[in-house]
């Protein structure tokens, strides 16, 4: 079990314990439903930087106040997926394992989602942040877990850092439902979404840090023979996702949590009932900029 313990009270405007040992941190006492000012804003952004994953307990939001919330922080942006009658997701999309009954769709439901990726690394312009904030919780699992690729990066070996240097890796939407052998996406997505590239080693814009962007949407790296690249993209991934590198989140409902995704890998972890709980996440991603 990992313990809460107090970060430097006075480096933030607000009560703020680490919750875990490679990513994560709880933030008490703000209600995000309203208007928050600029310094509230800022301190948000450096407890950011410093803990990855932040955790807001006890709030209630509607989808407007997440959205409104959400936008102290950048552009939202929308999402590729339809809904079955074929408009785009919402603003604010409901993550959820309950079917158009209202009841869990158990085996049926998506999997794309309990593979390790990094948000929308599809685009050209990827995502910086997203948000969840749990409406509908299991009483046991369902799990977000979160994967430190500036740490993975920290550990590789020096020759392996020398050889990925400078390579550069196709990601696209539709190497992702591939690899997560979900439906294949549609050509209306494929024209929207082309595969775009991206260093295998980014710089974090903020700190600097170098950081591993590999997950579930990479194709390939290119210039190499595909059994290679497959082979390469498998080490890494093994590499940073080692239990020494994640943070498992246990949802509490009314936790409402921001996460980093141009230094985390993440994925859902099917640990839980699928056909008998309910698991509702309400979500906003903010648009980031362009790796390098
Ligand atoms: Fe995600």
């Known amino acids: 079990m990992q313990v809460a313990h107090s970060v430097e009270s006075d480096a933030y405007p607000f009560e703020i314990?680490?919750?875990?040992?490679?990513?994560?941190?709880?933030?008490?006492?703000?209600?995000?439903?309203?208007?928050?000012?600029?310094a509230t804003r800022d301190a948000i952004m450096r407890a950011f930087l410093?803990?990855?994953?932040?955790?807001?307990?006890?709030?209630?939001?509607?989808?407007?106040?997440?959205?409104?919330?959400?936008?102290?922080?950048g552009t939202l942006e929308h999402h590729v997926g339809r809904l079955p009658n074929g408009e785009p997701f919402p603003i604010v999309h409901t993550v959820t394992n309950l079917g158009p009954d209202g009841k869990p769709l158990g085996e049926k439901m998506g999997k794309g989602n309990f593979h390790w990726h990094t948000d929308k690394s599809y685009h050209e312009v990827p995502s910086l942040m997203t948000m969840l904030h749990a409406k509908q919780v299991p009483a046991d699992g369902g799990d977000t877990q979160f994967a430190n690729t500036r740490m993975g990066y920290a550990a590789l070996p020096e020759a392996t850092k020398d050889r990925i240097a400078e390579m550069k890796a196709e990601h696209s939407w539709e190497a992702s439902r591939r690899n997560t052998k979900s439906p294949p996406a549609t050509e209306e997505q494929k024209r929207e979404r082309p595969p775009v590239t991206h260093p295998v080693v980014r710089t974090?814009?903020?700190?600097?840090?170098?950081i591993l962007y590999v997950g579930c949407h990479v194709s390939h790296?290119?210039?190499?023979?595909?059994?290679?690249?497959?082979?390469?993209l498998a080490?890494?991934?093994?590499?940073t996702t080692q239990p020494k590198f994640v943070y498992s989140h246990r949802w509490r409902k009314g936790d409402y949590v921001?996460?980093?995704?141009?230094?985390?890998?993440?994925?859902?972890?099917?640990?839980?009932?699928?056909?008998?709980?309910?698991r509702v996440l309400h979500r906003t991603v903010i648009i980031g900029t362009k790796p390098y």
């Open 17 to 38: 314990n680490r919750i875990g040992d490679v990513a994560g941190a709880e933030i008490i006492g703000l209600d995000l439903s309203k208007p928050i000012d600029i």
């Open 50 to 73: 410093e803990h990855h994953v932040l955790v807001f307990r006890d709030q209630d939001l509607t989808k407007d106040q997440q959205a409104a919330f959400s936008e102290n922080f």
């Open 204 to 210: 974090h814009p903020d700190t600097k840090d170098k």
């Open 221 to 232: 790296i290119h210039d190499m023979p595909r059994d290679e690249s497959d082979d390469l």
């Open 235 to 239: 080490e890494l991934m093994d590499h």
């Open 258 to 278: 921001m996460w980093d995704n141009r230094c985390l890998l993440h994925r859902a972890s099917p640990n839980f009932d699928t056909a008998n709980e309910a």
